[in-house]
């Protein structure tokens, strides 16, 4: 089946991300908010970086006009029933999705096929819920969509290999490179990077070093763009704190455990980025400072 139409659920950083990207893929795409603000928000954001890409010169105005042409907001879930592809991008948050996944279940065709791009929570808890467990995969992209060229295809043990190969010929299509990982914890990426996290929120927590130094040593010392303590701001403290509950339930591996630092500075609301203050104040977000907390 040639995959068209793309209806996408959440247009948030990762939703209005993926938009983006399907649209520059070719595809015609439908995305689907909880209420009129967050999808004029939403939608903003993929005007404005498609603004940039003009301002770049990597993309003409017409040329601009024309993929937003192909993209059409809804608050309605029945309007994504005549999709190929679902990709799911909404809070982290297991019933929620599976709620969504129900009704599109019974109002998409037999064969649309269902995607989510959670990053820790088990695909097949929600492709057993579908009639559709065959049709159904994790399709995980990287924070900021558009820059990030890799794709996780997770496979369940029931993925069909011709839908496998389909969702693989669709993240070429978004000119992204797909890695096929197995439905555990963690994925590949995650379950690599969230214990070196981890550790690296322990070190502070143990007063090993201060903020600054570990993100410089990292940074200065093994090559990496980004300090592990701002990259958990950057990602989202209670975003890594809920993965790492999910990867210890499923290893039972203490390098899994959120330290009692990440736990309380999730419980205080310092997520990091999206709520202006984790490990550094973002209230320039060009310009982040390290927290003075007594941690
Ligand atoms: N942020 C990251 O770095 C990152 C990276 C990879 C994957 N993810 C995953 O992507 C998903 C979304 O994360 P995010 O960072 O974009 O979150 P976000 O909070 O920025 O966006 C979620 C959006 O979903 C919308 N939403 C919630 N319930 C909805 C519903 N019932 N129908 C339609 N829209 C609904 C919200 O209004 C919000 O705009 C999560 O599963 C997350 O784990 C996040």
């Known amino acids: 089946m040639a995959l068209k139409k793309v209806g ?16 520059q893929g070719g595809y015609e795409v439908i995305v689907r908010e909880m209420d009129q603000e967050a999808l004029a928000s939403g939608v903003s954001n993929v005007n404005a970086s498609l603004e940039k890409l003009v301002k770049k010169e990597r993309l003409t105005q017409e ?12 608050l309605e ?8 592809l679902i990709i799911e991008a909404v809070f982290e948050d297991l019933e929620t999705k599976n709620a969504l996944f129900k009704v599109l279940d019974g109002c998409c065709r037999a064969d649309t096929i269902f995607s989510t791009n959670t990053s820790s929570l088990s695909v097949t808890r929600m492709a057993a819920e579908t009639s559709r467990k ?19 295809i ?42 070196f996290l981890l550790d690296a929120i322990r070190a502070v927590g143990n ?12 940074k200065l010392g093994l090559g990496h763009p980004v300090g592990p303590l701002m990259l958990a701001d950057m990602i989202g403290l209670n975003l890594i704190c809920k993965a790492a509950d999910t990867m210890f339930e499923e290893y039972k591996d203490s390098r899994y455990a959120p330290p ?26 060009k310009n982040p400072v390290p927290v003075q907390l007594d941690f």
């Open 8 to 23: 996408i659920l959440g247009c948030g950083a990762m939703g209005s991300g993926i938009v983006q990207v399907v649209l």
């Open 207 to 218: 007063s090993v070093a201060g903020v600054t130094d570990i993100d410089a040593g990292i």
């Open 63 to 74: 040329q601009k006009a024309d993929l937003i042409k192909h993209l059409k907001g809804t």
């Open 260 to 285: 009692p630092l990440l736990r309380k500075m999730v419980i205080m609301g310092y997520h990091g980025l999206k709520t202006g203050k984790g490990f550094y104040d973002w209230s320039d977000s």
């Open 77 to 84: 879930l029945e309007d994504l029933a005549d999709c190929d």
């Open 134 to 152: 065959e049709r159904f995969a994790g399709l995980h992209f990287f924070y900021p969509a558009p820059v990030m060229p890799l794709v996780e």
């Open 154 to 195: 997770i496979k369940t043990i029931s993925l069909a290999p011709e839908v496998l190969q389909e969702l693989q010929t669709f993240a070429k299509n978004l000119k992204k490179f797909p890695i096929v990982a197995k439905d555990n914890a963690g994925f590949i990426v995650n379950l690599l990077l969230t214990p």
